[in-house]
Protein backbone atom coordinates (compact mmCIF):
# COMPACT_ATOMS: atom_id res chain seq x y z
CA UNK A 1 0.00 0.00 0.00
CA UNK A 2 1.39 3.48 -1.16
CA UNK A 3 0.23 5.69 1.90
CA UNK A 4 0.24 9.49 0.15
CA UNK A 5 0.06 11.54 3.26
CA UNK A 6 -2.68 14.38 3.10
CA UNK A 7 -1.19 17.30 5.42
CA UNK A 8 0.61 19.66 3.18
CA UNK A 9 -2.92 21.44 1.80
CA UNK A 10 -3.15 25.19 1.67
CA UNK A 11 -6.97 24.04 2.93
CA UNK A 12 -5.43 23.66 6.73
CA UNK A 13 -5.14 26.82 8.44
CA UNK A 14 -1.45 26.28 9.77
CA UNK A 15 -0.47 25.68 5.62
CA UNK A 16 -1.50 28.34 4.40
CA UNK A 17 -0.54 30.39 6.98
CA UNK A 18 3.06 29.49 6.44
CA UNK A 19 3.20 29.47 2.95
CA UNK A 20 1.79 33.31 3.10
CA UNK A 21 4.14 33.57 5.50
CA UNK A 22 7.40 31.98 3.43
CA UNK A 23 7.51 29.90 6.64
CA UNK A 24 9.59 26.78 5.79
CA UNK A 25 9.87 25.07 8.89
CA UNK A 26 5.98 24.22 9.59
CA UNK A 27 6.18 22.98 6.29
CA UNK A 28 9.16 20.74 6.68
CA UNK A 29 8.01 19.13 10.06
CA UNK A 30 4.73 18.75 8.59
CA UNK A 31 6.58 16.75 6.19
CA UNK A 32 8.87 15.10 8.44
CA UNK A 33 6.17 14.11 10.94
CA UNK A 34 4.11 12.31 8.11
CA UNK A 35 7.03 10.17 7.11
CA UNK A 36 8.04 9.33 10.61
CA UNK A 37 4.15 8.53 11.16
CA UNK A 38 4.44 5.71 7.83
CA UNK A 39 3.75 7.91 5.07
CA UNK A 40 5.47 6.72 1.65
CA UNK A 41 4.76 10.20 -0.29
CA UNK A 42 3.33 13.31 0.45
CA UNK A 43 0.16 15.65 -1.44
CA UNK A 44 1.61 18.80 -2.15
CA UNK A 45 -1.92 21.20 -2.07
CA UNK A 46 -1.50 25.08 -2.25
CA UNK A 47 -5.11 24.94 -1.39
CA UNK A 48 -8.03 26.86 -3.19
CA UNK A 49 -7.11 30.42 -0.96
CA UNK A 50 -3.55 30.17 -3.23
CA UNK A 51 -3.23 33.62 -5.47
CA UNK A 52 -0.22 32.67 -7.02
CA UNK A 53 -0.36 28.82 -7.16
CA UNK A 54 2.11 29.15 -10.25
CA UNK A 55 4.77 30.20 -7.14
CA UNK A 56 3.20 28.54 -4.47
CA UNK A 57 3.29 25.09 -5.50
CA UNK A 58 6.96 25.03 -6.87
CA UNK A 59 7.91 26.74 -3.85
CA UNK A 60 6.51 23.76 -1.39
CA UNK A 61 7.58 21.32 -3.47
CA UNK A 62 11.47 22.83 -3.42
CA UNK A 63 11.15 23.29 0.86
CA UNK A 64 9.39 19.71 1.20
CA UNK A 65 12.52 18.68 -1.22
CA UNK A 66 15.54 19.94 1.14
CA UNK A 67 14.23 17.41 4.12
CA UNK A 68 13.09 14.78 2.11
CA UNK A 69 13.32 12.34 -1.10
CA UNK A 70 9.85 10.95 -0.72
CA UNK A 71 7.78 11.09 -3.89
CA UNK A 72 5.55 14.18 -4.13
CA UNK A 73 1.91 14.02 -4.74
CA UNK A 74 1.49 17.16 -6.92
CA UNK A 75 -1.71 18.33 -6.03
CA UNK A 76 -3.76 20.80 -8.67
CA UNK A 77 -6.67 20.63 -11.27
CA UNK A 78 -4.60 23.35 -13.41
CA UNK A 79 -2.24 21.25 -15.49
CA UNK A 80 0.21 24.69 -16.06
CA UNK A 81 0.60 24.60 -11.72
CA UNK A 82 1.07 21.09 -12.16
CA UNK A 83 3.73 21.52 -14.78
CA UNK A 84 5.82 24.23 -12.62
CA UNK A 85 5.43 21.83 -9.78
CA UNK A 86 7.29 19.67 -11.71
CA UNK A 87 10.22 21.74 -12.96
CA UNK A 88 10.77 22.55 -9.65
CA UNK A 89 10.78 19.21 -8.56
CA UNK A 90 13.58 16.90 -7.28
CA UNK A 91 11.73 14.02 -5.80
CA UNK A 92 10.05 11.25 -8.11
CA UNK A 93 6.58 12.73 -8.39
CA UNK A 94 3.12 11.75 -9.23
CA UNK A 95 0.42 13.81 -10.72
CA UNK A 96 -2.63 14.09 -8.60
CA UNK A 97 -4.71 14.68 -10.81
CA UNK A 98 -5.94 14.31 -14.66
CA UNK A 99 -10.06 13.51 -15.29
CA UNK A 100 -11.35 11.38 -17.92
CA UNK A 101 -11.38 14.59 -20.24
CA UNK A 102 -9.71 14.04 -23.45
CA UNK A 103 -7.94 17.37 -23.49
CA UNK A 104 -6.85 17.28 -20.25
CA UNK A 105 -5.58 13.50 -20.72
CA UNK A 106 -3.46 15.03 -23.74
CA UNK A 107 -1.55 17.50 -21.66
CA UNK A 108 -1.08 15.55 -18.46
CA UNK A 109 -0.14 12.45 -20.18
CA UNK A 110 3.04 13.57 -22.25
CA UNK A 111 3.47 15.83 -19.32
CA UNK A 112 3.83 12.84 -17.31
CA UNK A 113 5.94 10.94 -19.54
CA UNK A 114 8.51 13.83 -20.06
CA UNK A 115 9.35 13.85 -15.99
CA UNK A 116 8.86 10.18 -15.73
CA UNK A 117 5.64 10.78 -13.46
CA UNK A 118 3.45 8.67 -12.23
CA UNK A 119 -0.02 9.63 -12.48
CA UNK A 120 -3.49 9.27 -10.49
CA UNK A 121 -6.38 9.25 -13.41
CA UNK A 122 -10.03 10.19 -11.38
CA UNK A 123 -12.78 8.80 -12.90
CA UNK A 124 -14.92 11.94 -13.30
CA UNK A 125 -15.38 14.31 -16.80
CA UNK A 126 -16.71 17.71 -17.46
CA UNK A 127 -20.05 16.22 -16.88
CA UNK A 128 -20.07 15.61 -13.55
CA UNK A 129 -19.51 13.03 -11.06
CA UNK A 130 -19.93 9.32 -12.15
CA UNK A 131 -23.55 8.04 -10.76
CA UNK A 132 -22.97 4.48 -10.41
CA UNK A 133 -20.74 1.80 -11.51
CA UNK A 134 -20.56 1.67 -14.78
CA UNK A 135 -19.97 5.22 -15.49
CA UNK A 136 -17.01 5.03 -13.11
CA UNK A 137 -15.15 1.98 -15.54
CA UNK A 138 -16.76 3.98 -18.67
CA UNK A 139 -14.45 6.83 -17.56
CA UNK A 140 -11.94 4.76 -16.43
CA UNK A 141 -12.00 3.00 -19.59
CA UNK A 142 -11.72 6.03 -21.36
CA UNK A 143 -8.21 7.04 -19.40
CA UNK A 144 -7.32 3.84 -19.72
CA UNK A 145 -7.66 4.14 -23.80
CA UNK A 146 -5.89 7.29 -23.62
CA UNK A 147 -3.12 6.06 -21.77
CA UNK A 148 -2.32 2.94 -23.93
CA UNK A 149 -2.31 5.01 -26.75
CA UNK A 150 0.35 7.77 -25.85
CA UNK A 151 2.53 4.65 -24.11
CA UNK A 152 1.81 5.86 -20.97
CA UNK A 153 2.87 2.45 -18.65
CA UNK A 154 -0.48 1.53 -16.92
CA UNK A 155 1.60 0.47 -14.35
CA UNK A 156 2.68 4.37 -13.19
CA UNK A 157 -1.41 4.94 -13.52
CA UNK A 158 -3.73 5.30 -10.42
CA UNK A 159 -7.79 5.37 -11.10
CA UNK A 160 -9.67 7.00 -8.40
CA UNK A 161 -13.15 5.76 -8.51
CA UNK A 162 -14.03 9.57 -6.81
CA UNK A 163 -15.39 8.51 -3.02
CA UNK A 164 -18.13 10.08 -2.13
CA UNK A 165 -18.87 10.83 1.52
CA UNK A 166 -21.04 8.41 3.13
CA UNK A 167 -23.62 11.35 4.23
CA UNK A 168 -24.36 12.14 0.63
CA UNK A 169 -24.24 9.05 -1.57
CA UNK A 170 -24.92 6.58 0.79
CA UNK A 171 -26.38 4.31 -2.05
CA UNK A 172 -23.15 4.90 -4.15
CA UNK A 173 -20.19 3.32 -1.55
CA UNK A 174 -21.04 -0.69 -1.87
CA UNK A 175 -20.64 0.64 -5.95
CA UNK A 176 -17.78 2.69 -5.50
CA UNK A 177 -15.41 -0.41 -3.70
CA UNK A 178 -16.56 -2.57 -6.37
CA UNK A 179 -15.16 -0.46 -8.93
CA UNK A 180 -12.03 -0.64 -7.20
CA UNK A 181 -11.85 -4.11 -7.61
CA UNK A 182 -13.34 -4.25 -11.15
CA UNK A 183 -10.83 -1.18 -12.67
CA UNK A 184 -8.42 -4.17 -12.30
CA UNK A 185 -10.50 -6.27 -14.42
CA UNK A 186 -10.31 -3.63 -17.40
CA UNK A 187 -6.98 -3.16 -17.74
CA UNK A 188 -3.83 -5.14 -18.74
CA UNK A 189 -1.28 -5.05 -17.15
CA UNK A 190 -3.12 -3.53 -13.97
CA UNK A 191 -3.70 0.04 -13.57
CA UNK A 192 -3.28 0.67 -9.77
CA UNK A 193 -5.90 2.36 -7.79
CA UNK A 194 -5.97 5.20 -5.53
CA UNK A 195 -8.23 6.72 -3.22
CA UNK A 196 -8.77 10.27 -1.12
CA UNK A 197 -9.79 8.72 2.17
CA UNK A 198 -10.81 11.47 3.82
CA UNK A 199 -14.00 12.49 1.32
CA UNK A 200 -15.94 9.63 2.82
CA UNK A 201 -16.25 11.17 6.20
CA UNK A 202 -16.60 14.91 5.28
CA UNK A 203 -19.12 16.04 7.35
CA UNK A 204 -20.09 13.18 9.15
CA UNK A 205 -19.74 12.78 13.28
CA UNK A 206 -17.71 10.09 13.71
CA UNK A 207 -14.68 10.46 11.04
CA UNK A 208 -11.64 8.80 12.14
CA UNK A 209 -14.25 5.88 13.03
CA UNK A 210 -16.15 5.57 9.61
CA UNK A 211 -12.71 6.56 7.75
CA UNK A 212 -10.52 3.49 9.22
CA UNK A 213 -13.97 1.58 8.23
CA UNK A 214 -14.01 2.20 4.77
CA UNK A 215 -10.35 2.01 4.66
CA UNK A 216 -10.41 -1.49 5.83
CA UNK A 217 -12.59 -2.69 3.31
CA UNK A 218 -11.32 -0.51 0.36
CA UNK A 219 -8.02 -2.68 1.46
CA UNK A 220 -9.89 -5.94 1.36
CA UNK A 221 -11.44 -5.20 -2.90
CA UNK A 222 -7.95 -4.53 -3.66
CA UNK A 223 -6.82 -1.31 -3.30
CA UNK A 224 -3.01 -0.03 -3.50
CA UNK A 225 -2.90 3.33 -2.50
CA UNK A 226 -4.53 5.98 -0.57
CA UNK A 227 -4.09 9.63 0.42
CA UNK A 228 -5.05 9.72 4.30
CA UNK A 229 -3.84 11.54 7.37
CA UNK A 230 -0.63 9.28 8.49
CA UNK A 231 -0.98 10.95 11.91
CA UNK A 232 -4.22 9.25 12.80
CA UNK A 233 -2.26 6.16 14.77
CA UNK A 234 -6.07 4.05 14.62
CA UNK A 235 -6.59 4.32 11.02
CA UNK A 236 -2.52 3.30 10.18
CA UNK A 237 -3.09 0.69 12.97
CA UNK A 238 -5.98 -0.65 11.20
CA UNK A 239 -4.38 -0.70 8.21
CA UNK A 240 -1.46 -2.25 9.18
CA UNK A 241 -3.69 -5.18 10.44
CA UNK A 242 -6.35 -5.28 7.51
CA UNK A 243 -2.45 -6.40 5.16
CA UNK A 244 -1.46 -8.91 8.13
CA UNK A 245 -5.10 -10.31 7.61
CA UNK A 246 -4.56 -10.40 3.85
CA UNK A 247 -1.02 -11.95 3.96
CA UNK A 248 0.90 -8.76 3.01
CA UNK A 249 3.13 -9.11 5.84
CA UNK A 250 4.37 -11.91 7.89
CA UNK A 251 2.68 -11.95 11.20
CA UNK A 252 4.08 -11.64 14.63
CA UNK A 253 3.05 -10.74 17.65
CA UNK A 254 4.24 -7.58 17.35
CA UNK A 255 3.52 -6.76 13.65
CA UNK A 256 2.85 -3.19 14.43
CA UNK A 257 5.85 -2.40 15.91
CA UNK A 258 7.32 -4.56 13.63
CA UNK A 259 5.90 -2.52 10.32
CA UNK A 260 6.48 0.68 11.91
CA UNK A 261 10.53 -0.34 11.79
CA UNK A 262 10.51 -0.91 8.04
CA UNK B 1 -26.68 -8.65 11.15
CA UNK B 2 -27.64 -11.26 13.69
CA UNK B 3 -25.38 -10.70 16.71
CA UNK B 4 -24.47 -13.54 18.35
CA UNK B 5 -23.05 -13.01 22.22
CA UNK B 6 -20.18 -15.50 22.84
CA UNK B 7 -19.82 -14.68 26.68
CA UNK B 8 -21.97 -17.58 28.06
CA UNK B 9 -19.44 -20.96 27.62
CA UNK B 10 -17.70 -22.82 30.30
CA UNK B 11 -14.20 -22.14 29.45
CA UNK B 12 -14.87 -18.75 30.70
CA UNK B 13 -13.81 -18.98 34.53
CA UNK B 14 -16.53 -16.83 35.98
CA UNK B 15 -18.88 -19.25 33.73
CA UNK B 16 -17.64 -22.56 34.69
CA UNK B 17 -17.59 -21.73 38.36
CA UNK B 18 -21.57 -20.49 37.93
CA UNK B 19 -22.42 -23.86 36.91
CA UNK B 20 -20.92 -25.89 38.89
CA UNK B 21 -21.98 -23.41 41.97
CA UNK B 22 -25.30 -23.17 39.94
CA UNK B 23 -25.51 -19.29 40.53
CA UNK B 24 -28.25 -18.29 38.33
CA UNK B 25 -27.58 -14.77 38.76
CA UNK B 26 -23.67 -14.56 37.20
CA UNK B 27 -25.32 -16.72 34.11
CA UNK B 28 -28.80 -14.31 34.14
CA UNK B 29 -26.18 -10.65 34.12
CA UNK B 30 -24.14 -12.05 31.63
CA UNK B 31 -27.13 -12.81 29.43
CA UNK B 32 -28.49 -9.46 30.35
CA UNK B 33 -25.43 -7.84 29.79
CA UNK B 34 -25.27 -8.52 26.29
CA UNK B 35 -28.27 -8.27 24.76
CA UNK B 36 -27.88 -4.30 26.25
CA UNK B 37 -25.11 -4.10 24.32
CA UNK B 38 -27.18 -5.14 21.19
CA UNK B 39 -26.89 -8.87 20.97
CA UNK B 40 -29.57 -10.21 18.98
CA UNK B 41 -29.34 -13.71 20.28
CA UNK B 42 -27.14 -15.94 22.88
CA UNK B 43 -24.54 -18.50 22.36
CA UNK B 44 -24.94 -21.70 25.13
CA UNK B 45 -22.11 -23.66 25.97
CA UNK B 46 -21.39 -25.75 28.90
CA UNK B 47 -17.38 -25.66 27.78
CA UNK B 48 -15.06 -28.32 27.64
CA UNK B 49 -15.01 -28.93 31.40
CA UNK B 50 -18.28 -29.57 32.24
CA UNK B 51 -19.04 -33.31 33.14
CA UNK B 52 -22.54 -32.98 32.82
CA UNK B 53 -23.18 -31.33 29.91
CA UNK B 54 -26.59 -33.17 29.52
CA UNK B 55 -27.84 -31.74 32.71
CA UNK B 56 -25.66 -28.56 32.90
CA UNK B 57 -26.65 -27.53 28.89
CA UNK B 58 -30.35 -27.37 30.00
CA UNK B 59 -29.88 -25.79 32.73
CA UNK B 60 -28.54 -23.18 31.02
CA UNK B 61 -30.89 -23.01 28.74
CA UNK B 62 -33.63 -22.89 31.16
CA UNK B 63 -31.82 -20.14 33.41
CA UNK B 64 -31.17 -17.58 30.64
CA UNK B 65 -35.05 -18.38 29.45
CA UNK B 66 -36.44 -16.95 32.71
CA UNK B 67 -34.06 -13.48 31.81
CA UNK B 68 -34.68 -12.92 28.02
CA UNK B 69 -36.92 -14.30 24.69
CA UNK B 70 -34.01 -13.43 22.64
CA UNK B 71 -33.12 -17.01 20.57
CA UNK B 72 -30.17 -19.49 21.95
CA UNK B 73 -27.67 -21.12 20.03
CA UNK B 74 -27.04 -24.12 21.15
CA UNK B 75 -23.39 -24.80 21.13
CA UNK B 76 -22.10 -28.55 21.80
CA UNK B 77 -20.75 -30.85 19.28
CA UNK B 78 -23.28 -33.80 20.74
CA UNK B 79 -26.15 -34.15 19.14
CA UNK B 80 -27.81 -35.97 22.50
CA UNK B 81 -26.64 -32.60 24.75
CA UNK B 82 -28.19 -30.30 21.50
CA UNK B 83 -31.24 -32.55 21.75
CA UNK B 84 -31.74 -32.00 25.58
CA UNK B 85 -31.13 -28.09 25.02
CA UNK B 86 -33.98 -28.04 22.36
CA UNK B 87 -36.15 -29.85 24.95
CA UNK B 88 -35.93 -27.31 28.10
CA UNK B 89 -35.61 -24.06 25.40
CA UNK B 90 -39.03 -21.54 25.62
CA UNK B 91 -36.85 -19.55 23.28
CA UNK B 92 -36.32 -19.77 19.83
CA UNK B 93 -33.35 -21.73 19.19
CA UNK B 94 -30.37 -22.48 16.89
CA UNK B 95 -28.57 -25.69 16.79
CA UNK B 96 -24.69 -24.99 16.86
CA UNK B 97 -23.36 -26.86 15.13
CA UNK B 98 -23.27 -30.15 12.49
CA UNK B 99 -20.64 -30.57 10.50
CA UNK B 100 -21.09 -31.83 6.93
CA UNK B 101 -20.42 -35.61 8.07
CA UNK B 102 -23.48 -37.05 6.57
CA UNK B 103 -24.27 -39.08 9.82
CA UNK B 104 -24.58 -35.89 12.15
CA UNK B 105 -26.68 -34.27 9.19
CA UNK B 106 -28.75 -37.16 9.17
CA UNK B 107 -29.54 -36.47 12.92
CA UNK B 108 -29.46 -32.64 13.06
CA UNK B 109 -31.30 -31.85 10.08
CA UNK B 110 -34.19 -33.81 11.32
CA UNK B 111 -34.20 -32.74 14.67
CA UNK B 112 -33.92 -29.46 13.56
CA UNK B 113 -37.16 -29.22 11.88
CA UNK B 114 -38.95 -30.80 14.64
CA UNK B 115 -38.02 -27.80 17.02
CA UNK B 116 -38.08 -24.97 14.52
CA UNK B 117 -34.97 -24.42 15.28
CA UNK B 118 -32.28 -22.78 12.88
CA UNK B 119 -29.15 -24.55 12.15
CA UNK B 120 -25.74 -23.72 11.70
CA UNK B 121 -23.79 -25.95 9.27
CA UNK B 122 -19.66 -26.07 9.94
CA UNK B 123 -17.46 -26.59 6.69
CA UNK B 124 -15.45 -29.16 8.19
CA UNK B 125 -15.60 -33.27 8.78
CA UNK B 126 -14.54 -36.01 10.35
CA UNK B 127 -11.23 -35.55 7.99
CA UNK B 128 -10.52 -32.51 9.16
CA UNK B 129 -10.13 -28.96 8.67
CA UNK B 130 -10.33 -28.18 4.78
CA UNK B 131 -7.26 -26.35 3.69
CA UNK B 132 -8.65 -23.91 0.77
CA UNK B 133 -11.87 -22.22 -0.45
CA UNK B 134 -12.81 -25.67 -2.95
CA UNK B 135 -12.70 -27.52 -0.30
CA UNK B 136 -14.56 -25.41 1.77
CA UNK B 137 -17.44 -24.76 -0.90
CA UNK B 138 -17.57 -28.83 -1.48
CA UNK B 139 -18.34 -29.26 2.53
CA UNK B 140 -20.80 -26.46 2.11
CA UNK B 141 -22.60 -28.20 -1.17
CA UNK B 142 -22.95 -31.63 0.74
CA UNK B 143 -24.63 -29.60 4.28
CA UNK B 144 -26.94 -27.96 1.41
CA UNK B 145 -27.58 -30.93 -0.26
CA UNK B 146 -28.26 -32.99 2.84
CA UNK B 147 -30.74 -29.84 3.94
CA UNK B 148 -32.50 -30.26 0.78
CA UNK B 149 -33.13 -33.56 0.55
CA UNK B 150 -34.47 -33.39 4.25
CA UNK B 151 -36.87 -30.76 3.30
CA UNK B 152 -35.17 -27.82 5.63
CA UNK B 153 -35.79 -24.25 4.90
CA UNK B 154 -32.19 -23.19 3.60
CA UNK B 155 -33.26 -19.48 4.94
CA UNK B 156 -32.98 -20.98 8.26
CA UNK B 157 -29.02 -22.71 7.82
CA UNK B 158 -26.11 -20.68 8.27
CA UNK B 159 -22.98 -22.05 6.80
CA UNK B 160 -19.26 -21.51 8.58
CA UNK B 161 -16.44 -21.24 6.38
CA UNK B 162 -14.18 -21.81 9.71
CA UNK B 163 -12.34 -19.33 10.59
CA UNK B 164 -8.44 -19.77 11.20
CA UNK B 165 -5.99 -17.99 13.37
CA UNK B 166 -4.29 -15.39 11.62
CA UNK B 167 -1.32 -16.55 13.45
CA UNK B 168 -1.14 -20.13 12.26
CA UNK B 169 -3.35 -20.14 8.75
CA UNK B 170 -2.60 -16.55 7.46
CA UNK B 171 -2.84 -17.55 3.50
CA UNK B 172 -6.23 -18.54 4.09
CA UNK B 173 -7.90 -15.51 5.57
CA UNK B 174 -8.66 -14.43 2.10
CA UNK B 175 -10.24 -17.52 0.99
CA UNK B 176 -12.17 -17.56 3.91
CA UNK B 177 -13.49 -13.86 3.20
CA UNK B 178 -14.62 -15.18 -0.64
CA UNK B 179 -16.14 -18.50 0.54
CA UNK B 180 -18.33 -16.11 2.70
CA UNK B 181 -19.18 -14.49 -0.65
CA UNK B 182 -19.44 -18.02 -3.11
CA UNK B 183 -21.42 -19.59 0.00
CA UNK B 184 -24.97 -17.10 -1.43
CA UNK B 185 -23.66 -18.48 -4.97
CA UNK B 186 -24.16 -21.90 -4.19
CA UNK B 187 -27.75 -22.01 -2.87
CA UNK B 188 -30.63 -21.27 -3.73
CA UNK B 189 -32.58 -19.59 -1.51
CA UNK B 190 -29.61 -18.45 -0.14
CA UNK B 191 -28.07 -19.84 2.92
CA UNK B 192 -27.04 -17.50 5.32
CA UNK B 193 -23.62 -17.22 6.47
CA UNK B 194 -22.20 -17.22 10.02
CA UNK B 195 -18.44 -16.59 11.84
CA UNK B 196 -17.20 -17.71 14.84
CA UNK B 197 -15.28 -14.39 15.07
CA UNK B 198 -12.69 -14.39 17.90
CA UNK B 199 -11.37 -17.40 15.88
CA UNK B 200 -9.00 -14.69 13.46
CA UNK B 201 -7.52 -13.53 16.74
CA UNK B 202 -6.68 -16.66 18.88
CA UNK B 203 -3.36 -16.31 20.55
CA UNK B 204 -2.86 -12.84 18.90
CA UNK B 205 -1.87 -10.14 20.70
CA UNK B 206 -3.84 -7.20 19.54
CA UNK B 207 -6.95 -9.52 19.72
CA UNK B 208 -9.63 -6.59 19.20
CA UNK B 209 -8.19 -4.92 16.80
CA UNK B 210 -7.52 -7.85 14.85
CA UNK B 211 -11.56 -9.26 15.45
CA UNK B 212 -12.76 -5.55 14.42
CA UNK B 213 -10.83 -5.12 11.17
CA UNK B 214 -11.33 -9.22 9.98
CA UNK B 215 -15.37 -8.29 11.00
CA UNK B 216 -15.24 -5.23 8.84
CA UNK B 217 -13.80 -7.64 5.53
CA UNK B 218 -16.82 -9.93 6.80
CA UNK B 219 -19.46 -7.72 6.14
CA UNK B 220 -18.60 -6.61 3.33
CA UNK B 221 -18.69 -10.10 1.79
CA UNK B 222 -22.22 -10.17 2.78
CA UNK B 223 -21.66 -12.07 6.17
CA UNK B 224 -25.34 -12.64 8.06
CA UNK B 225 -24.29 -13.58 11.63
CA UNK B 226 -21.32 -13.78 14.05
CA UNK B 227 -20.36 -15.10 17.25
CA UNK B 228 -18.43 -12.74 19.06
CA UNK B 229 -17.98 -10.38 22.67
CA UNK B 230 -21.16 -7.86 22.29
CA UNK B 231 -19.50 -6.13 25.45
CA UNK B 232 -16.21 -5.03 23.33
CA UNK B 233 -17.88 -1.58 22.42
CA UNK B 234 -14.71 -0.56 19.54
CA UNK B 235 -16.15 -3.76 17.44
CA UNK B 236 -19.76 -3.40 18.01
CA UNK B 237 -19.02 0.52 16.57
CA UNK B 238 -17.07 -1.05 14.18
CA UNK B 239 -19.72 -3.32 13.13
CA UNK B 240 -22.44 -0.22 13.17
CA UNK B 241 -20.17 1.78 10.81
CA UNK B 242 -19.50 -1.08 8.58
CA UNK B 243 -23.35 -1.62 8.20
CA UNK B 244 -23.76 2.23 7.76
CA UNK B 245 -21.10 2.27 4.95
CA UNK B 246 -22.96 -0.28 2.79
CA UNK B 247 -26.26 1.40 3.34
CA UNK B 248 -27.57 -0.97 5.63
CA UNK B 249 -28.90 1.51 8.09
CA UNK B 250 -29.41 5.24 7.12
CA UNK B 251 -27.42 7.60 7.86
CA UNK B 252 -27.49 10.21 10.61
CA UNK B 253 -25.10 12.05 12.77
CA UNK B 254 -25.63 10.13 15.82
CA UNK B 255 -25.63 7.07 13.66
CA UNK B 256 -24.39 5.18 16.68
CA UNK B 257 -26.55 5.92 19.28
CA UNK B 258 -29.69 5.55 16.99
CA UNK B 259 -28.66 2.09 16.61
CA UNK B 260 -28.30 0.93 19.71
CA UNK B 261 -31.76 2.84 20.51
CA UNK B 262 -33.68 0.77 18.06
Given at each position: MLIIGE?????YANIALALKERDKKVIQSCALEQVACGADALDISCGP????PLIDLPWLVEVVGEVTDKPLCLDSSKPQVIAEGLKAAKNPTIINSTTADIEKLQILLPLAKQYKSKLIGIAIDSKGIPQNKDQRLELAARILEQAGQSGFALEDLYLDPIVMPVNVAQNQIRDILETIAEFKMISSPHGKTVIGLSNIS?????RSLINRTFLTMAVASGLDSAILDPKDKELMDTLITAELILNKNIYCDSYLEAYRKR
Open positions: LINGMASKNQGAKN
